[in-house]
């Protein structure tokens, strides 16, 4: 970790706070406004987020498309209007029948590829406007499904909740970018007559940073530091060594050769992070159509 302004911040974010309201808290502590976040997290939810300042803001859009993984609690017997525990209770029905294998089943169901249709009340826009807003405003819009992928959900705690008759499921959930842990919720619900709604939400990992590299406010506000640049890249993307003649054409927006040693699905599977040969970050590369061009120049060399 540095002191340096240029880097990542890998804050562990307290429940009640806005991902926005994170993104001013570190403003001051940095003394700039250009820091920004990627992947945002509900109020209600806690843990792993991922803050750019300075030029590592420019790495925020590529870390935001990378998996995330989650711990989370699934209240199954009462619906909410926000999908969590955020919003009033629109319908309560009794969980009491479900079995464990009733839930293996739909759990199941709920893995791999799928379709979601994100909450009523997210930050999807629609003509424009978020759908929060228009939920807000009494004019809920009619979201389409998109398509994610759920890579792990595997129940870790069954236990019985309120009166006896909710039931609160306790769950890993490793998944893309884009997915709604909330709709994961709410379909766990629906798929078995219940209904369902989030009442925990805790981000574990996003792409290669995880709670082992993550900071407290608090811990910030007694020490500030960021992770350099070049090791922020390290942790997230695939790495390339380049040779000075590399970094120096990298640098000025030249195109190199593709790695030999990758193999061509490899070429499109995302950002590679390109080092000089003295370890400064030059680029993030992309590697398609028998060439790697550079997304974004972080250094000349």
């Known amino acids: ?23 001013a808290r570190i403003r001051r502590l940095a003394g700039t406004r250009r820091v920004g976040h990627a992947g945002t997290l509900d109020p209600m939810a806690t843990g792993v987020l991922v803050v750019g300042v300075e030029r ?38 009794p969980a009491t029948h479900v079995t464990d294998e009733m839930l293996a089943k ?17 930050a999807i826009k629609v003509d424009g406007q978020r759908a929060y807003r228009l939920t ?7 979201l389409k499904s998109r398509p994610v992928t759920v890579y792990e959900f595997t129940i870790t705690a069954v236990r019985p909740a309120g009166d006896g008759h909710l039931t ?9 970018s884009g997915t709604y842990i909330r709709a994961l919720a709410r379909d766990l619900g629906n798929s078995l007559g219940t209904g369902g709604h989030l009442t925990r939400l805790r981000r ?9 590299d993550a900071r407290t406010l608090e811990q910030l506000a007694g020490q500030f530091e960021v992770m350099p640049l070049a090791d922020a890249a390290a942790a997230a993307f695939p790495r390339r060594d380049l040779s000075a003649d ?6 000025h927006g030249g195109r190199l050769a593709p790695e030999m040693h990758r193999a061509p699905a490899a070429q499109t599977e995302g950002p590679t992070a390109a080092f000089a040969p003295d370890g400064t970050l030059i680029a993030l590369l992309e590697e398609q159509a028998g ?6 120049v972080f250094a000349a060399s």
């Open 1 to 23: 970790m540095s002191a340096g302004k240029d880097g990542l911040v890998i804050v562990d974010k307290p429940g009640g706070m806005t991902s926005h309201d994170v993104v």
């Open 56 to 93: 590592a803001t420019r790495l925020l859009g590529y870390l935001a498309l990378t998996e995330k993984q989650y711990d989370a609690t699934i209240r199954l017997g009462q619906s909410s209007g926000t999908d969590d525990a955020e919003g009033e209770i629109t319908d309560v029905a």
């Open 106 to 122: 739909a759990v199941r169901d709920l893995a791999g590829e799928i379709q979601q249709v994100p909450p009523s009340v997210s």
């Open 136 to 142: 807000r405003a009494g004019a809920a819009p009619d």
């Open 168 to 176: 609160d499921v306790d769950a890993t959930v490793r998944c893309s």
């Open 204 to 212: 574990t990992r996003v792409g290669g940073y995880g709670l082992q």
């Open 246 to 251: 590399e970094a120096r054409r990298l640098a």
């Open 291 to 296: 060439q790697a061009r550079p997304l974004v």
